[in-house]
């Protein structure tokens, strides 16, 4: 049995119109999944489902064998932890400290254990030289950062960043695309939410989404070299696979050019 499990499952927002439509889909533990689609498409629909945000209208999801219901919810959320694209609306506390707490304590960890973590996490993050500052006080990307904190000090199984680097500048995001891989290689589900190609290329395999179904699901390699299935998600290629595309177009450059152009691509 997969860590994820959605099976059969649909949404709609309104009757006329499935955000998700019929999906099937299981994650292993470990793994670093990356959900790509254009806008619409039902990336972040997805993602509000897995946390139990919204409640799938058929189907089922299940989440380390829990089926996740209204009786489940709770536990389903000590699991899955979820950063979201704006920082500002997730900022719940008055300043650093009490945001990175707030999380906790719903679990109710126990106080001593709390500030630890607290200490810990926001170290993790180098924000622990602003625990007293209130939101306002913040930029963008450190206000991500602490909503990353608050979710790693609640040790949850999977993190979901949906579109979490959207709204920074280049610094920031590679900032947290490096918080990515180092979660994942200490061992944490990692499901990225995303319409860029620079973030989806760094995770071991890719969903594609179009119009709320599942249009390709495969090994990150795989799906970028599948130039049909991006062209039909409407998703645009980067520069040096657009460029291993061409060569293999016209059969030309051999296995070391397209693995150049792949680490290229890497490096975004």
């Not at 918080?179 to 319409?195: A, F, K, S």
């Not at 061409?246 to 792949?262: F, N, Q, T, V």
Request: charged residues 30%; negative net charge.
């Amino acid at each position: 049995m997969s860590f994820i499990e959605m099976e059969n499952v649909t949404f709609s927002y309104r009757s006329e119109d499935k955000a998700i439509d019929d999906v099937t889909l299981s994650i292993e533990e470990g793994e670093w999944v990356s959900i790509l689609g254009h806008n619409g498409s039902g990336k972040s629909t997805l993602s509000k489902l897995l946390v139990g945000l919204l409640k799938a209208q058929a189907g089922t999801i299940r989440v380390d064998g829990i089926v996740l219901d209204e009786a489940t919810v709770h536990d389903v959320r000590e699991r899955i932890g979820i950063v979201f694209q704006n920082p500002d609306n997730q900022f719940v506390g008055v300043n650093v400290r009490d945001d990175i707490a707030f999380g906790l304590e719903n679990l109710q960890v126990p106080r001593k254990e709390m500030i630890e973590r607290i200490e810990t996490y926001a170290k993790k993050v180098d924000m622990f030289e602003f625990l007293n500052k209130e939101p306002q006080q913040l930029s963008g990307g450190q206000k991500q950062r602490v909503a990353i904190a608050g979710i790693l000090a609640m040790r949850t199984d999977v993190i979901i960043f949906d579109e979490a680097t959207a709204m920074l500048d280049p610094k920031g995001k590679r900032r947290v695309l490096e918080y990515m891989r180092q979660l994942n290689e200490e061992g944490t589900t990692v499901i990225t939410i995303t319409h860029e190609m620079k973030e989806a290329v760094l995770s071991d395999r890719i969903v594609v989404l179009k119009d709320g179904a599942v249009l390709k699901d495969g090994p990150s390699k795989d799906i970028l070299k599948d130039r049909e299935t991006l062209e039909q998600s409407n998703l645009e290629l980067l520069l040096p696979l657009e460029v291993m595309h061409r060569l293999e177009e016209k059969s030309l450059g051999d296995e070391r050019i397209k693995e150049h152009l792949w680490a290229l691509s890497l490096n975004g």
